[in-house]
């Protein structure tokens, strides 16, 4: 347990005052994944070794809803004397609404009664040995274990028990209450595991690679990306170890990393997780600002979960450590979810008049058919991506902007724009836009300039009757301003496809 052993030692000492009938309760707090359950468990060991009689549970949120159950874990993780099984009995037939042994149970059990039969159960236990109760993840513990662990602290002043719980940093009121009331007692202490400092990442990647020494630019590389979270410290050296063939003096970022990311954003609270998805989605936009603007959330709120999510090793400030870490969790979007915050995301960069290329990005992401106000937003940045050399993601803009609610003239203007980048990146993939453009000028909604390119690509992929048809009805309506044009197109066709222009009657 690197840079534990002090934090190790407090808690023994707690232990020892606790086995003389000054009775603690230790709270073990700290980010997700900074080793909480690994230090409990490794003290629970230790108490065990040394006499104590050990009682353990792990609540979990999908057992939330099971009355007692984390007691029930507690009283079945050792074997306990007759006297107190029998009690046992009856309150987890009390809990369970069947009554105890014989049926001596009340049929309709009060909650009072349960929290007092157990209390009483695990008092008794602490009078032939030292007790330690140790419950992992308090936090989801179902609401009358908590009451008992609550009652249970306010009894244990002058017996021998240990009370050893683990609880992550969260925004839960639920967790806040327990928190509070804990804290009530004087015999409360609190152990906080922060995340490991450069040294702590030192010590582990040598111990993890078996090598006396660590390269400094590794050890500090590690502790950027994990934030001296021990998890993901691990994960880089497992990715490290796989990919020590490859080039280069930097960490390997692979799968290992990608998963251990998203693992511990799980393991944080909804709102956190919430938070991280907007920052994901809103990448180098992403401050605390546009976050609560893009999910809802009080300014506060959003700045006290990315607190959390830099306590995980997540992100720093409201940016994610590494770009893998932000496209995993862009990849774990739910695909209803990630368009819809794709969309808001288009109207939070529009109002911080972010450049036209962002908001269009956003909407290429999300997928849905553009609100009206976004075609022209999505035509003027395919123009400015194709003028910077993107032509994939001009196309991808105007393939989208042509799924909006349009008027037949403005779907023919932007299928001439499509076919326009399609020749460049490939003439002889547009002939679907060619298509819609003929019949679009058959019936009287192709501007004259976007005619005479019609005429020209129609030409080049060797359709010259209908480029002389287009041709035909573009000369007809070409206005003086597009003379030039028409004089160009045919000088050009008479050089290169005379064809055309002996089909034009």
């Known amino acids: 347990m690197f840079e534990r052993s002090k934090l190790f030692e407090r808690l023994r ?68 004397p007759p006297a107190v099984a029998q009690v046992v009995e009856d309150v987890t037939g009390l809990a369970a609404g069947t009554g105890g042994a014989g049926g001596r149970a009340p049929a309709d059990p009060t909650e009072d009664l349960l929290v007092q039969r157990a209390c009483a159960a695990l008092l008794k236990l602490a009078r032939s040995c030292p007790l330690v109760i140790a419950v992992d993840d308090v936090h989801f513990a179902d609401e009358t274990s908590v009451r008992t662990l609550l009652a249970l602290q306010r009894r244990i002043g002058m017996a021998r028990v240990l ?3 683990n609880q992550r940093d969260s925004a839960d009121r639920r967790q806040a209450r327990l928190r509070a009331e804990l804290t009530r007692q004087p015999y409360f202490r ?43 410290v691990r994960a880089l050296i497992d990715d490290h170890r796989a990919g020590r063939g490859r080039r280069g003096r930097g960490p390997v970022i692979g799968g290992s990393f990608e998963e251990t990311v998203l693992m511990c954003l799980h393991r944080h609270d909804a709102g956190a997780v919430r938070t991280a998805r907007a920052a994901a989605v809103l990448g180098p936009r992403a401050t605390a600002e546009t976050i609560a603007r893009l999910t809802g959330e009080p300014d506060g709120t959003v700045a006290a979960a990315l607190e959390r999510l830099e306590a995980g090793g997540l992100v720093q400030g409201p940016q994610f450590r590494h770009p893998r870490a932000r496209s995993a969790v862009l990849r774990d979007l739910p695909p209803d979810l990630s368009a819809a915050l794709r969309l808001r995301a288009a109207e939070v ?18 997928g849905s058919p553009p609100p009206a106000r976004y075609v022209h937003v999505l035509e003027r940045a395919a123009q400015q991506e194709c003028a910077g050399g993107d032509a994939e993601q001009a196309v991808r803009c105007l393939r ?42 058959a019936a009287g909604h192709l501007d004259p300039v976007d005619a005479l390119m019609t005429v020209r690509a129609l030409a080049w ?37 005379p064809n055309v222009l002996t089909a034009v009657t």
């Not at 090598?211 to 021990?230: D, I, M, V």
């Not at 909006?404 to 490939?426: E, F, H």
Request: hydrophobic share 45%.
């Open 461 to 497: 992929v060797g359709r010259h009757a209908e480029a002389a048809a287009v041709l035909e009805r573009a000369a007809g309506r070409t206005v003086p301003a597009g003379a030039a044009d028409l004089r160009l197109t045919v000088a050009w066709l008479r050089r290169r496809h």
């Open 13 to 80: 000492h707690y232990y020892l005052e606790s086995a003389r009938e000054r009775g603690k309760v230790v709270l073990i707090s700290g980010g997700v994944a900074t080793g909480k359950t690994e230090f409990a468990y490794r003290f629970a060991q230790y108490a065990r070794g040394s006499g104590a009689l050990l009682l353990n549970a792990t609540a979990s949120a999908q057992d939330r809803s099971v009355r007692m159950g984390v007691v029930g874990q507690l009283f079945s993780s050792a074997d306990l």
């Open 400 to 441: 989208l902007a042509l799924r909006g609610r349009l008027s037949d003239r403005k779907a023919a203007s932007l299928t001439a724009s499509l076919a326009r980048v399609q020749w460049l990146m490939n003439p002889t993939g547009m002939s679907e836009q060619l298509d819609v453009l003929v019949a679009a000028d």
């Open 163 to 165: 009370l050893l719980l």
């Open 349 to 366: 960069l529009e109002s911080e008049h972010a450049p036209l290329v962002e908001i269009a990005a956003q909407l290429v992401q999300a």
């Open 190 to 232: 609190l152990i906080r595991l922060e995340p490991l400092s450069p040294e702590g990442v030192k010590r582990l990647i040598e111990a993890d690679l078996g090598s006396p020494s660590c390269p400094a630019h590794l050890t500090t590389e590690f502790h950027r990306l994990s934030g001296g979270n021990p998890l993901i």
